[in-house]
């Protein structure tokens, strides 16, 4: 092999290279140098090595961060509980309508998300017809309302992030040879023991890279917090982008994006870890090179 | 021979990464971020007659529009001056908007906008961090002949030197008297009665300042512990959920869609909000006396026809057909005896000294940043 073409992997890999270095190394130097500034709004800061400003940036904000975390866990779960079936549905039950059902999925993404999430405003204003019917069953949360509650935060970015949870699913779903699952069924597994055996292992990378989509984006939204919450419902997006935009103070508001981008690369690794790096990488039988 | 050369291909990336992130670390280390810019501060004079474009931003609603083969404000000055104009409505918030402009402003530009329109205290900000240019009264005679008299030496900008105002408003209790008419004062709006049902402004120097004077404060003689413990009331109510949330100008939409019962809210929003029942009150206490501005920045790169913008709002004219349009007080001599009589006699639009005398002008806390970083904790929950 000429060493021309020895060369050509890293050529390939040269725009994703430039693109990470551009927009992520350089971007991450700046924050971390304005991360570790001190000074006032008014006389400016400077550059002095300021340390506290991370303590300082994760002790006044811890509720937020562990509402964040709460907020986007759930949604995460209730995004899996909803889009595995569904693209289940889709792959296995749509038939001729695969495409469509498909194209259903993806089509409100043709609306910004912000229009989508006010949207929801109107859905759910108090006098609406739908929060009554929720009121009957006595599902509406807060007194006789949804706005302005954990719930309706929750829904939303359920709802926002749905996607992003079943496109992977269904690309692993539609993969998965169904006469595995006719094989399991011929030595004698109920519907049960075969899914549990062939078909969740089998999707386990769309349910990796579909909790990662959505976990990962949900955290650190602040737009369905900010439209659909209340005061009690702010997450940490919504205070990095107070301290950036309207208290101005630089330092603080780096410094917990700093720290949030490291407790989400913590909380990816572990979970990596914990599914398999196989799983991840979208290696389908990772026994098979044991 | 091919490895050695791959490796220096390797070996000279790496110079070249190390290169630029050294010179990006002595570039950035050295710098300040933020504080008062280091140019003096200039009076903004205009380069030949207007003509040209400029670009101007405004709150949104806050123009009368082209409107039943009616032309509005922007078209009447497009055909009288031949100046096209790009308005763009992108001021939502003082705060924000300062917050998005900034860097641009440190390094000497507008974003191609030669007029701002930003509240009282803003406007002073910018003047303080060398942000805007000085204005001439000479540039803008019209203007000077126009402005009403109570209007010309404001606190904070004493013989208008940068700021000059476009409208001026009250912020006071938006109710809906179908659902709770018993409301009359600021008081009224902690009553367990409406838990969930109360929006507050989250602009600090409208909500605060109401709060204080119901409590009793004298607002113009308020210090910093007057302020923090106002805060201090809002903020166990927004943690029991009597506040439903802290809003810009959406409070509007919710009153509209009736998921609330009353917010503290501003006097000209009549025309947005499409709720029959919804009425602005006076607090008992009295309100907030605010003026938004137009500014011209640094770097504003047609001058001349931002001078020819202003003069034009302050034809008595134009001032009206704004009046009309928007409902705030105009700041122009004149303008009552040109709209309609329903909105002549309209206390909202033409308040007199009377139906004021209670209220205060807006102003900041003594020490501005310790008192919005209490307040901001109370915003973020």
Redesign the interface.
């Known amino acids: 092999m000429?060493?021309s073409k020895?060369?050509v992997p890293y050529w390939l890999l040269g725009p994703g290279i430039v693109w990470l270095?551009l927009f992520f190394v350089?971007p991450m130097?700046?924050m971390g140098?304005?991360a570790l500034?001190s000074?006032?709004?008014?006389?400016?800061?400077?550059?002095t090595w300021e340390w506290s400003n991370f303590p300082d940036a994760l002790s006044?904000?811890t509720?937020?961060i562990f509402r964040s975390l709460y907020y986007a866990g759930v949604a995460t779960i209730l995004a899996l509980a909803i889009g595995y079936p569904l693209a289940y549905a889709i792959v296995f039950r749509g038939g001729r309508f695969r495409l469509l059902l498909l194209f259903a999925v993806i089509a409100p993404f043709f609306t910004t998300y912000l229009i989508r999430t006010i949207a929801w405003?109107?859905i759910l204003?108090?006098?609406s017809p739908v929060v009554d019917v929720l009121e009957v069953f006595s599902l509406a949360p807060?007194?006789g309302?949804v706005?302005?509650t954990s719930g309706a935060v929750i829904a939303g970015l359920t709802y926002n992030f749905l996607p992003f949870m079943i496109l992977p699913l269904y690309a692993s779903l539609e993969r998965l040879d169904g006469r595995l699952i006719e094989a399991a069924k011929d030595l004698y597994s109920n519907s049960f023991t075969a899914f549990r055996k062939v078909t969740l292992p089998l999707t386990a990378p769309g349910i990796v890279a579909g909790v990662l989509l959505t976990f990962i984006p949900a955290f650190g939204d602040y737009l369905n917090a900010q439209l659909l919450?209340?005061?009690?419902?702010?997450m940490v997006g919504?205070?990095i982008q107070?301290?950036?935009?309207?208290?101005?103070?630089?330092p603080e508001a780096a410094a917990l994006s700093f720290l949030m981008m490291a407790l989400i690369m913590i909380i990816v690794f572990v979970y990596i870890r914990f599914a398999g790096i196989g799983a991840f990488m979208g290696d389908e039988d990772p026994e098979e090179k044991t | 021979m091919?490895r050695a050369?791959?490796r220096a291909?390797v070996k000279l990336a790496l110079a070249a990464?190390a290169t630029v992130?050294l010179s990006?670390?002595v570039w950035?280390?050295g710098g300040?971020?933020?504080?008062?810019a280091n140019n003096p501060v200039e009076v903004a004079e205009s380069n030949g007659p207007p003509e040209g474009d400029v670009t101007i931003s405004n709150w949104p609603g806050y123009i009368q529009p082209n409107e039943g083969g009616e032309p509005g404000t922007i078209s009447q000055f497009e055909k009288a001056t031949g100046i096209k104009v790009d308005y763009i409505e992108d001021v939502n918030?003082n705060?924000?908007f300062?917050?998005?402009m900034?860097p641009l402003l440190e390094q000497g530009e507008s974003g191609g906008r030669s007029i701002f329109v930003v509240t009282d205290w803003m406007a002073k900000e910018m003047y303080d961090f060398h942000f805007l240019q000085e204005i001439e009264p000479s540039s803008i005679p019209e203007v000077f002949k126009n402005l009403v008299p109570n209007l010309k030496n404001p606190k904070f900008d004493p013989g208008r030197k940068f700021s000059i105002p476009w409208q001026t408003g009250m912020t006071g209790i938006w109710v809906d008297e179908s659902k709770a008419p018993e409301i009359k004062s600021v008081n009224d709006l902690f009553d367990p009665k409406y838990?969930?049902k109360v929006t507050m402004l989250q602009e600090m120097r409208d909500t605060v300042p109401l709060v204080m004077k119901a409590e009793g404060v004298d607002f113009e003689e308020a210090t910093d512990e007057d302020w923090l413990k106002a805060i201090e009331k809002i903020e166990d109510a927004?943690?029991s959920?009597q506040?439903?949330?802290?809003t810009g100008n959406d409070y509007t939409?919710e009153l509209t869609?009736?998921?609330i019962v009353a917010a503290i809210g501003w006097s000209g929003d009549a025309s947005i909000v499409a709720n029959p029942d919804a009425e602005w009150i006076m607090p008992e206490q009295g309100c907030v006396i605010w003026s938004d501005n137009m500014v011209i920045p640094i770097g504003a790169p047609n001058v001349g026809a931002a001078f020819a913008f202003m003069d034009f709002v302050y034809e008595p004219e134009v001032a009206a057909g704004l009046t009309e349009y928007i409902t705030y007080i105009s700041p122009v001599k004149g303008v009552q005896e040109l709209v309609p009589k329903e909105l002549a006699d309209d206390p909202l639009v033409f308040p007199s000294p009377e139906f004021q005398k209670s209220c205060s002008i807006q102003g900041s806390p003594p020490d501005p940043?310790t008192v919005?970083?209490a307040w901001?904790?109370?915003?973020?929950?």
């Open positions: 000429s060493w020895r060369l270095v350089v130097y700046f140098e304005i500034r000074g006032t709004p008014i006389e400016g800061f400077t550059f006044g904000n509720e937020q405003k109107t204003s108090d006098s807060g007194d309302r706005l302005a919450g209340g005061p009690q419902q702010q919504n205070v107070l301290l950036f935009l309207n208290q101005r103070d630089y | 091919r050369r791959a291909a990464a992130a990006l670390t950035a280390c300040t971020i933020g504080g008062i918030d705060n924000e300062f917050g998005k900034r838990k969930g927004a943690a959920g506040i439903r949330r802290f939409e869609a009736g998921n940043e919005s970083k901001a904790n109370v915003v973020a929950g």
